[in-house]
């Protein structure tokens, strides 16, 4: 799979993410204690809509704006997404930026909180820093993988792990494997959240297969497919693995799967879910 991010940005599998970025950290600050926050793939953190390589897909018009342009949203996790979407990317009645990752992760956090962003590729960390200028973050030019070995534990006891791989190695999920078993070893008490796609080939039940068989307890999977699972040709859903998330996390999402779905799914063919992969 080949998944440069500035393409879709947007899209209903970033919408999936981040709504789920920001329901973690929302109840990650519901405790007076600082929470860390680490993304193992920030990209640029900032796409704005004019760019070539956002209007080339054009993905975000079914994504993003289309919710953006929806009367009645639920309370909840995607109208908490949807104000800082405005709150970042919007100027007047217009949409002219969608923010990444780490723009919203910033966004969502307090003063007290910190933040590590990681990216690979350099001009893509050349864009994060002109995107972020935050005291309460400290931006990365390595590997995501890496760094859950070099910048895990860290010093707040409690946080959330982001992991988003372009999955363009044959082997990624195998790699994210391993390094989540790092990740967990070093940081046993953080939450680890774990975006994948849904496509043909199937190999994202393959890797929770896996997981479930690590004997690691607390995996939540929320999944997101506007299109049938084994449809040909491209991305067909997304989903989320959490590991050690809140508790009651699951009844905070499970309203709002259903509700992207109809608001996402133009031709009724997908499907959602919030279930627990392995409980507690």
């Not at 994504?63 to 009367?71: K, N, Y």
């Not at 590997?143 to 859950?148: E, K, Q, R, S, W």
């Not at 307890?217 to 997304?238: F, M, T, W, Y």
Request: aromatic residues 8%; neutral net charge.
């Amino acid at each position: 799979m080949n998944y440069r991010h500035a393409y879709h940005a947007g899209n209903f599998a970033d919408v999936l993410k981040h709504v789920v970025l920001i329901a973690l950290l929302d109840y990650l600050g519901r405790k007076p204690s600082p929470f860390f926050y680490l993304d193992t793939h920030a990209g640029r953190g900032w796409y704005p809509v004019d760019s070539a390589e956002t209007q080339r897909g054009g993905e975000y018009r079914a994504g993003v704006l289309r919710l953006l342009g929806t009367d009645a949203v639920p309370l909840g996790p995607v109208s908490r997404y949807l104000e800082l979407v405005r709150s970042l990317g919007v100027e007047g009645d217009k949409l002219v930026a969608i923010p990444g990752s780490p723009l919203l992760a910033l966004a969502a956090m307090r003063d007290c909180d910190e933040a590590s962003l990681c990216e690979l590729e350099s001009r893509e960390v050349l864009a994060l820093r002109r995107s972020i200028r935050d005291s309460r973050s400290h931006i990365h030019e390595r590997d995501g993988y890496g760094a859950l070995t070099a910048l895990l534990p860290p010093k707040q006891k409690r946080g959330l792990v982001l992991i988003d791989p372009p999955y363009e190695a044959a082997d990624e999920f195998e790699k994210l494997k391993a390094a989540l078993l790092v990740g967990l070893q070093r940081w046993p008490t953080g939450i680890f959240a774990v975006w994948y796609p849904i496509t043909q080939e199937d190999g994202c039940s393959r890797f929770l297969e896996r997981m479930a068989g690590t004997g690691i307890r607390k995996q939540l999977v929320v999944e997101l497919c506007i299109q049938r699972d084994d449809s040909p040709g491209g991305l067909n859903g997304a989903g989320m693995l959490l590991i050690n998330p809140p508790w009651q996390i699951d009844e905070y999402l499970a309203p709002a799967l259903p509700w992207l779905l109809r608001q996402l799914n133009a031709d009724g063919r997908g499907r959602s879910r919030v279930s627990w992969h392995v409980p507690e």
